[in-house]
T-cell receptor
Framework: DSGVTQTPKHLITATGQRVTLRCSPR?????VYWYQQSLDQGLQFLIQ???????AKGNILERFSAQQFPDLHSELNLSSLELGDSALYFC?????????????FGDGTRLSIL | GQQVMQIPQYQHVQEGEDFTTYCNSS?????IQWYKQRPGGHPVFLIQ?????EVKKQKRLTFQFGEAKKNSSLHITATQTTDVGTYFC??????????FGGGTRVLVKP
């Protein structure tokens, strides 16, 4: 158990819809990262938050947005969903920001777009 | 931008044999991390290398950071079925975010 909690575990929805994925980092971790993993693909970095503020942005679509709340949990919002958005979405956390911090991953949310 | 590439993409190994997977960066890295993702699981941090030429061992796994800090390797000896999974390297150049490679998917033949 990594200590990172993601909900829901599975999400099935239709094209054009909007969903929210939730992540609670490990206790004490201030940084949260979001990744997208399509079938048999690598990890595509989407966005990072540190202590409530956006820290780094990757290949995140304009239809996607995220935020980190004062209690440090984070939400990833995906809107105007397309079939290609079907993927496993991981959240990871680390104590601080910086590349020397190991990231601890949650179990992921599997999003299926019908 | 920074690119991290891993080869091979797939590795079929006979149980008991050794193999090596490689990670190459287009830029000099500050450090490199390795993660393992079991089938159906999430990536789990294995190790971090920081110094040029650094070598670290974890039981049957040997990790190496290149002298130029642009490549790394993971060598597994006497492969077991528990080694099945995808191994990712992740590196960061100064001032950039951590970038993951595409992973090496390891399948073990008993």
């Amino acid at each position: 158990d990594s200590g990172v909690t993601q909900t829901p575990k599975h999400l099935i929805t239709a094209t054009g819809q909007r969903v929210t994925l939730r992540c609670s980092p490990r206790s004490g971790d201030l940084s949260v990262y979001w990744y997208q993993q399509s079938l048999d693909q690598g990890l595509q970095f989407l966005i990072q938050y540190y202590n409530g503020e956006e820290r780094a942005k990757g290949n995140i679509l304009e239809r996607f947005s995220a935020q980190q709340f004062p209690d440090l949990h984070s939400e990833l919002n995906l809107s105007s969903l397309e079939l290609g958005d079907s993927a496993l979405y991981f959240c990871a956390s680390s104590p601080r920001t910086g590349s020397n911090q190991p990231q601890h991953f949650g179990d992921g949310t599997r999003l299926s777009i019908l | 931008g920074q690119q991290v590439m891993q080869i091979p993409q797939y590795q079929h190994v006979q149980e008991g044999e050794d193999f090596t997977t490689y990670c190459n960066s287009s830029t000099t890295l500050s450090n490199i991390q390795w993660y393992k993702q079991r089938p159906g699981g999430h990536p789990v941090f294995l190790i971090q290398l920081v110094k040029s030429g650094e070598v670290k061992k974890q039981k049957r796994l040997t990790f190496q950071f290149g002298e130029a800090k642009k490549n790394s390797s993971l060598h597994i000896t006497a492969t077991q079925t528990t080694d099945v999974g995808t191994y990712f390297c992740a590196g960061r150049a100064a001032g950039n975010k951590l970038t993951f490679g595409g992973g090496t998917r390891v399948l073990v033949k008993p």
